[in-house]
């Protein structure tokens, strides 16, 4: 049976999520993919959504490439207010973050961003996460210049294939435009 909340207290936190740009990007994110999604694959999508569609450059080169304090918050944050919770295969939403994101995509001024994620998640929901990653290093470079990992992901970025052509032929643009048209790409390893 589902649990009823208070209109109240839902807009309250909508209110918040509203005011923090990241938090409803982190909430629609796991909102859209139906499994569990890792703080990895958190990381790595916002930073392809934020590639494709804004000109907000908050993920900053880090030890395991493009990575967000901002988007980092958004997760605690959501995960302390019962937006989301923690199994240990990554993060699902609660009960309460359904009755949200449902609110949420019914809202008219929400509704780009929750078709943009959606046409992302098609698009890229396949790909492990690890093949996320390699995809991040080799398409923006600069955001894995302080990398820890770079040597040993190379090896994976040199054998990936995207779509049947090998990852390190493929541009940023070039990418981004199949992300925002929804279009599955697939990966293997060549």
């Known amino acids: 049976m589902r649990m009823e909340y208070d209109e ?11 005011e923090q740009e990241c938090d ?10 139906q499994q569990p ?11 392809i959504y934020n590639q494709a569609y804004t000109t907000n450059r908050e993920h900053e080169a880090y030890y395991f490439g493009g990575y ?4 980092d918050e958004s997760y605690t944050s959501l995960l302390e207010t019962g937006v989301l919770m923690s199994k240990s295969s990554g993060y699902v939403l ?8 449902s609110v949420l995509k019914n809202k008219g001024n929400d509704k780009e961003l929750v078709d943009r994620i959606g046409r992302m998640e098609q ?7 690890k093949s996320l990653v390699a995809i991040t ?7 894995a210049e302080k990398s820890t990992i770079a040597r040993s992901i190379s090896p994976l970025i040199k054998s990936l294939m995207l779509n049947d052509k090998p990852l390190v032929d493929w541009n940023a643009d070039e990418f981004l435009n199949h992300v925002r048209k929804g279009e599955i790409i697939h990966t293997r390893r060549g």
């Open 68 to 71: 967000s304090d901002d988007i």
């Open 8 to 18: 109240d207290l839902i807009e309250d936190i909508l209110y918040d999520i509203e």
């Open 123 to 129: 698009s890229l929901g396949s790909i492990e996460d």
């Open 24 to 33: 409803k990007l982190v909430l629609i994110l796991v909102g859209s993919r």
């Open 37 to 47: 999604m890792m703080k990895t694959r958190i990381q790595k999508m916002s930073l």
């Open 137 to 143: 290093y080799e398409l923006f470079p600069d955001l």
């Open 94 to 101: 609660s009960e309460f973050g359904e009755n949200l994101i």
